[in-house]
């Protein structure tokens, strides 16, 4: 039996904001409430967490994160992702599909699968991808990779540009319920493109990334989609555009959900002054009206919910010109901090940001989770929002250090994650 004692607890999946005990039996949460701790015997048998200061919320699930494995293990790989995951405070992971080989078909699924049930800790969902190699040609058994444990299919980093092809896929997913997650590029437009393309763009001599190559991908997706029906998510959703289309498309009813990054609402186009390669990313930093349009997006639940997009890079891809530089910035063990710093500001309620970052992201994956009801899962997630550390080597557990955070000191961090009654990580 485990105990968590005097914690605020906040449970959005039934409103609860209250300081309250949280009582897990045979890895599922038995009692929550006032006191409720006071009720069992303090012998050896009942191990007891004093929470007291800290916030006790449904474990944090993450829709989108590379590990690299199989493949590129010298950036990261399945044991060090679980661990960064679980020091950010998440349950659950679901890696994309870009990895060597391409997760395109069962057998490299189960590889996925296996390999992170030997490490342990947080969850393993991954993705499969659309279509073979990632090619954006023929569609992947789908079937064989949801038997496998695939919770859905994305060719994440690049986008299914072939419309009758991506017609296909969102009809091939429905029939086995599988959540399609586009990387929304349409690639002609976005042709040697280093970062957004706007006035910082122009004054850097680099060639810009419009707008308008995000929008129209969305706006094809939710109109072939609309008589199909299929579970249509929208990756790493970044502009003010795309952000009215998904909004319009929810007003109508259509199956459509999307996530945003913690650095979609936190930074703009103008870190990449001083070519920072650090802040070069994909889908790019924007401007400040798409930062406030994520962040109302966020606010108003047209975005469901936050995913890291977390994508380790050596300083063999990031300690060169921005043009060689490969896209992408760690994001597990930063989340929680920046993203309460949002709540500091009020951008977000308390309430609100664990709904982000857990109950959404459990009904968008339909995964366990996201929820500290009796009966659920015991996935917790334990944090102080008043703990200052900073982002560096001795405390990062990812294996690269790839974040324009690094140096900065921040407030809030996970300091317990449980998973299935189990403690993972202790801070």
Known sequence: MLILEKGRVL??????????????????????????????PKNEAVRRIDASGRWVVPGFIDLH????????????????????????????????????????????????????????????????????????ETLTEMADMRDAGAIGVSDDGVCVMNAAVMRRALEYAKTFD?????????????????????????????????????????????????????????????????????????????????????????????????????????????????????????RDGTIDCIATDHAPHSSLEKDCELSAASPGMIGLETTIPLLLGLVRDGVL????????????????????????RVGEPADLTVLDPTLRWTVSRETIRSKQLNSPWLGKELVGACTHTIVGGDVVFTR
């Not at 790493?236 to 952000?243: K, N, P, Q, V």
């Not at 103008?270 to 997006?297: H, N, S, W």
């Not at 309620?349 to 500290?372: C, Q």
């Open 11 to 40: 449970d959005p999946s039934r409103g609860f904001d209250e300081e309250a005990d949280v009582v897990i039996e045979g890895g599922r949460i038995s009692e929550v409430g006032r006191g409720a701790g006071a009720r069992h």
């Open 65 to 136: 994160v590379h590990l690299r494995e199989p493949g590129q293990e010298y950036k990261e790989d399945i044991a060090s992702g679980l661990r960064a995951a679980a020091a950010g405070g998440y349950v659950a992971v679901c890696p994309m599909p870009n990895t060597r080989p391409v997760n395109d078909n069962r057998a490299i699924t189960e590889q996925m699968r296996a390999r992170a049930k030997d490490v342990g800790g947080p969850r393993l969902h991954p993705f499969g991808a659309i279509t073979v190699g990632s090619k954006g």
């Open 178 to 298: 599988l959540l399609v997650s586009q990387h929304c590029e349409d690639h002609h437009l976005t042709a040697g493109a280093q970062m957004h393309e706007g006035h910082v763009s122009t004054s850097l001599g680099l060639r810009g990334w419009p707008r308008e190559g995000e929008d129209v991908i969305v706006a094809r997706d939710v109109i072939l989609n609309e008589r199909i029906g299929a579970r249509y998510h929208v990756a790493h959703i970044s502009t003010l555009g795309a952000a009215r289309i998904v909004r319009e498309a929810k007003a109508r009813g259509l199956s459509v959900t999307a996530e945003v990054t913690p650095h979609h609402l936190l930074l703009t186009d103008r870190e990449l002054i001083g070519y920072r390669t650090f802040c070069k990313v994909t889908p790019p930093l924007r401007e400040d009206e798409d930062v406030e349009a994520m962040r109302q997006a966020l």
């Open 349 to 372: 309620s308390p309430l609100r940001f664990v709904e982000v970052m857990s109950t959404a992201p459990a009904r968008v994956g339909r995964l366990p989770g996201g929820s500290l």
